[in-house]
């Protein structure tokens, strides 16, 4: 049946009302719109060189590496199991006399070290070693320091090249008993060691800036005297620190050192002491790593006083050492 002609008009009007309507109602909500697409996420904050290095030292100091004595060495030794065993004193000394076993490495050279050995270090006096083991027990190393070096193992002085310590030398400076709270806090200071933002290399570029360094006694009671500006610190106990210290000195512990550094200004060196250095050490190598400029006190406290009450009765005694055979 054909339709006809006005039904056919009509048809084709509603058709083109229907079209135009179309546009009329998605613009007035009719139709749904796509969901905007989601907002980028945002940046990665900025790497923080300090930062990175503060949490490694931070982590390193809640188990920090220790000391072995001569005499545990020696049976180690005996015993066919001691550790990879590294000097760290000249050539020229290594060559003179060194402990059986060990093999002779430069300061900068420690991180070329196989970190699947366990490692006991030594120079001469202890205090290189330990700044040593500080820097490579922040790098995950497992490693130990011979405590007094050389020369808790040999009295040849041909071997030892006459570092150690003589209680003879000491002049006895004058000491306090006051204490010296810090009350004013510091901006941590600012490291560029690398571009790089991966922690490891961080940390690792942090490690390569160190160096031993070392102030003595005669030059540190100089600059007490004239006056400079600079920061001391004992590491020693709280009791021990009460008994007598460096003038001036603040008192904060190896173990608080990672949650004092704000009490240090970034600005003016930095000489720490403990009793014979060791402890004082490990404390200048892990400042140096974090942009401070810190030096050790040659033989600690025991460089500084000749009294027992304030040394702890802990100064080196070559009175004590052995002799043990050494190889060239």
């Not at 083109?16 to 749904?32: D, F, M, T, Y």
Request: net charge negative; glycine share 8%.
């Amino acid at each position: 049946m054909q339709m006809k002609p006005w039904i056919k008009v009509i048809a084709v009007i509603s058709l083109i009302l229907a079209l135009a309507a179309v546009p009329l109602l998605s613009a007035c909500g009719g139709g749904e719109e796509p969901p905007p697409p989601p907002p980028p996420p945002p940046p990665p904050p900025p790497v923080v060189e300090f930062e990175v290095v503060e949490d490694a030292v931070a982590a390193y100091l809640a188990d920090p590496a220790g000391n072995m004595n001569a005499a545990d060495l020696f049976m180690m030794i005996a015993e066919d199991n001691a550790p990879y065993i590294v000097s760290i004193r000249s050539a020229a000394d290594y060559a003179a006399g060194h402990i059986p076993g060990a093999v002779n490495k430069g300061f900068g050279d420690l991180t070329t070290l196989s970190m699947d050995e366990d490692i006991l270090i030594y120079c001469y006096t202890g205090q290189s070693g330990s700044m040593a083991i500080a820097v490579l027990g922040v790098l995950d190393y497992d490693v130990q320091n011979l405590l007094h070096g050389m020369c808790s193992w040999s009295s040849d002085a041909a071997v030892t090249a006459g570092a150690c310590f003589d209680a003879t030398t000491v002049v006895g400076n004058q000491v306090e008993t006051t204490a010296n709270v810090p009350t004013e806090t510091y901006d941590f200071p600012e490291l560029e060691n690398t571009t790089s933002t991966d922690s490891d290399e961080i940390v690792e570029a942090a490690a390569a800036t160190v160096s031993p360094k070392y102030i003595t006694a005669a030059d540190l009671n100089m600059k007490i005297a004239e006056e400079e500006d600079m920061t001391i610190i004992s590491c020693r106990s709280a009791a021990d620190y009460a008994n007598g210290h460096i003038p001036g000195a603040i008192n904060i512990g190896l173990s608080s050192l990672a949650e004092n550094l704000d009490k240090l200004d970034p600005d003016l060196p930095i000489y720490v002491y403990c009793y014979t250095g060791h402890t004082a050490a490990q404390a200048t190598a892990l400042l140096n790593m974090l942009g401070y400029d810190a030096y050790s006190l040659k033989y600690g406290m025991c460089s500084w006083s000749t009294d027992e009450t304030v040394t702890a009765g802990k100064c080196f005694d070559a009175a004590g050492v052995v002799g043990y055979a050494v190889e060239q």
